[in-house]
């Protein structure tokens, strides 16, 4: 009998340390995958407050509000894309206020800039295309402060 007892307890040797193995995978692979969202999601929320301030600087700048419009949505793809977003989808929103004309003397321009960060490494199994995470900035910029002075 001690014979059995002694061979079982040898062939049992190191499966402790296999399923500390497989444990110690099986917690790092999704713990990995949440690091890797955080930082695009960080990087995302950079890029969009970037975007914002930028949009709303191109668009004070702009000598109309349809200028301003194309400047603004220009502005906000190149900040996005500086962050490594260039396929991130934008909408930009501009509010003046109140005022028809957002270029005049006393307006307020409120820029929003809106867009959406896929979350990396997610397999179509788990329930088909990427996953995603909407993010949104505001930036306000009173008209006279960025105002070119011509002569």
Do not use: K, N
């Amino acid at each position: 009998m001690s014979h059995i007892a002694g061979r079982r307890r040898r062939d049992e040797r190191g499966s402790a340390l296999v399923e500390l193995v497989w444990l110690g995978i099986l917690l790092l692979v999704p713990l990995l995958w949440i690091v890797v969202s955080v930082f695009d999601v960080q990087r995302g929320a950079f890029g969009v407050e970037s975007a914002a301030r930028s949009a709303a600087r191109a668009y004070a700048l702009a000598p109309d509000d349809s200028t301003g419009r194309e400047r603004a949505r220009a502005a906000a793809q190149q900040a996005l894309a500086d962050q490594g977003l260039e396929d991130a989808p934008v909408e930009i929103d501009v509010d003046c206020g109140g005022f028809a004309d957002c270029h005049s003397g006393t307006a307020v321009i409120t820029v929003r800039v809106d867009s959406r960060v896929e979350l990396p490494l997610m397999p179509d199994v788990l329930g088909g295309g990427a996953p995603s995470f909407a993010l949104a900035s505001s930036h306000t910029v009173p008209i006279g402060q960025y105002q070119e002075i011509t002569r």
